[in-house]
């Protein structure tokens, strides 16, 4: 109703009807929101202004209306980036930065505003399974198939801890608070909390290992002895694939091959809760920022989103938790696998990879209906992630190994290079000003110069890396072209002499010439006879 009204005081305004949304095959309903970025997108630039100024928008919104109506999903491919065979990619807390984990055990930091490499780390062995970074920006858990995990400082890219495990690690998260602790699945073997206490004096740090359950402790006080081995039998079987922390690092969601979801606490390391929620192994957990939504991907072809509650406050009951099940996603007519989930920034978005076939599938969590379909390069893309303010998604290709992004093409407004740069669409006559071009003495133009000289201008932007409750954090700036080269194309033959690598040159992190054996030349000797 109160739409209509607006559109009424329009037309009288304007003396033109705006247009409304017409359905083709089927009816839509359409949120006030939806319909006024509809009538905004159809209407003439001249009569914008005047629309919004109907819908109540002030003076200072209006300069961003035209980003503030944008979908908050991406559309098109914008970027490649690649440094070697890429397998899973994360974005920090504060999206400057990307981390990136390749098949070789290296880990590239990607700087998002330059599409360069900020920093390589390299300490793995096997491929990276798993990243997940500190709340602060400044410390990076890197787990892999050969059987560790490293916590990297990036302040110089050195080692901060390596714990070893017995199995390889599917899949590490760092506390959301600190970096002290985290939580790793690993195959075949029940998951592990490691609490890595700061040493003195510079001594290594010393780590805690805590064995957390995959299946609730059962009551076999009066069962028989048959009953007993077959229960433990079952047990040793159920193994956890994925662990997440809540949003206060108070519990842990972990979800098992059995389909079943378990809530742990962190404190006692016991399961509070546990439920089966899928009909196959559970490979993906992703809680959006707030923490109160759950993502869940499983190999049932079913994506689940749930509602979490309040784990933290003090009368909670662990016979009365639930975890309602809100929404699924998957393709009834293909029948797709998921390879990857991901929320998007606001979380009203579900972003999939599907299994065996190259587009992205984009969801309205709200009523559950598919917005999006993107295409890019015609490959399967693998683990996936959504940047946590922007509408970009970054997905990675299995058969090439190279980080495609997904982004909003936005137009380009001139306006914002210059506070007072005004766009007209047609010439106007300009009136000057009265003192616009006097000529000022040369001695003022020198101080003016001096005092503008001496104000210290911020080049790396203000505000901290992680919010007022942690210390900022910069990632430092490297000069050497081998550890800042994003494609790996330049080999170092001499001393200022630099050539593009060949597809046979291998990637062992050593300059060219070290660690190789010289190439063996073999020459031919032909002979050659004389007619006389």
């Excluded at 006692?268 to 993906?284: F, L, M, N, R």
């Excluded at 299994?355 to 379909?373: A, C, K, P, Q, T």
């Excluded at 290709?397 to 306006?415: D, H, Y």
Aim: proline content about 5%; glycine content about 8%.
């Amino acid at each position: 109703m109160e739409m209509e009204v607006r559109e009424r005081q329009f037309q009288s305004a304007t003396g033109s009807r705006p247009p409304t949304a017409q359905p083709r095959n089927h009816q839509h309903t359409f949120s006030p929101r939806d319909r006024g970025s509809i009538l905004y997108a159809r209407l003439r630039k001249t009569d914008r202004q005047e629309f919004l100024k109907l819908l109540g928008i002030t003076t200072m919104n209006l300069l961003l209306a035209e980003d503030y109506l944008l979908q908050d999903y991406p559309e098109h491919i914008t970027n490649t980036i690649r440094s070697g065979h890429s397998t899973c990619v994360r974005f920090n807390r504060t999206g400057d930065f990307l981390a990136s984990g390749r098949v070789d055990g290296t880990v590239v930091i990607w700087d998002l505003e330059t599409m360069g490499v900020a920093r390589k780390l390299r300490g793995h062995s096997k491929n990276i399974t798993s990243l997940s970074w500190s709340r602060c920006g400044r410390y990076l858990l890197s787990a892999c198939q050969g059987w560790k995990a490293i916590l990297w400082d990036l302040q110089d890219g050195s080692k901060h801890c390596e714990v070893r495990f017995r199995a390889p690690v599917y899949g590490a998260e760092l506390h959301p608070m600190h970096h002290h602790q985290f939580a790793a699945a690993l195959f075949e073997e029940q998951p592990m909390l490691v609490d890595v206490k700061e040493a003195v004096q510079g001594a290594n740090p010393v780590e805690v290992r805590h064995i957390l359950p995959s299946v609730e402790k059962r009551s076999d006080d009066g069962a028989d002895t048959p009953t007993k081995e077959k229960h433990a039998k079952e047990d040793a079987r159920h193994m956890t694939t994925a662990i997440v922390y809540t949003a206060t690092g108070e519990h842990l969601l972990a979800g098992t091959t059995k389909g079943r979801l378990n809530v742990i606490d962190a404190t006692t390391h016991k399961i509070i809760y546990s439920e089966k929620i899928a009909g196959g192994v559970i490979t993906t957990l992703r809680l959006t920022e707030s923490g109160k939504e759950l993502l869940v991907n499983a190999q049932d072809r079913t994506i689940r989103t749930f509602k979490v509650p309040d784990l933290t406050s003090a009368d909670l009951d662990p016979d009365t938790i639930q975890i309602p099940l809100e929404h699924k996603f998957q393709d009834l007519v293909n029948r797709l696998s998921w390879n990857h989930a991901a929320f998007s920034s606001t979380g009203e978005y579900v972003a999939a990879s599907t299994f065996n076939n190259h587009e992205l599938y984009i969801w309205e969590r709200g009523h559950g209906s598919l917005v999006r379909m993107l295409e890019g390069p015609k490959e399967e893309q693998g683990v996936i992630e959504w940047h946590p303010h922007k509408p970009l998604l970054a997905a990675c290709g299995l058969e090439t190994g190279r980080i495609n992004i997904w982004s909003v093409t936005s137009p380009q407004r001139w306006s914002a290079l210059a506070p007072d740069f005004v766009e007209v669409e047609e010439n106007v006559e300009y009136i000057e000003k009265e003192d616009e071009f006097d000529i000022h003495p040369h001695e003022e133009i020198q101080k003016r110069r001096l005092d503008a000289e001496d104000e210290d201008v911020d080049v790396l932007g203000g505000g901290g890396a992680g919010g007022g409750d942690v210390a900022p954090f910069r990632m430092p700036v490297l000069f050497n072209l081998g550890e800042s080269d994003s494609e790996e194309e330049f080999v170092n033959v001499g001393l200022g002499t630099l050539r593009r690598k060949s597809p046979d040159d291998q990637d062992d992190g050593a300059p060219a010439g070290e660690g190789r054996p010289p190439a063996k030349k073999t020459v031919t000797q032909r002979t050659r006879t004389r007619k006389r």
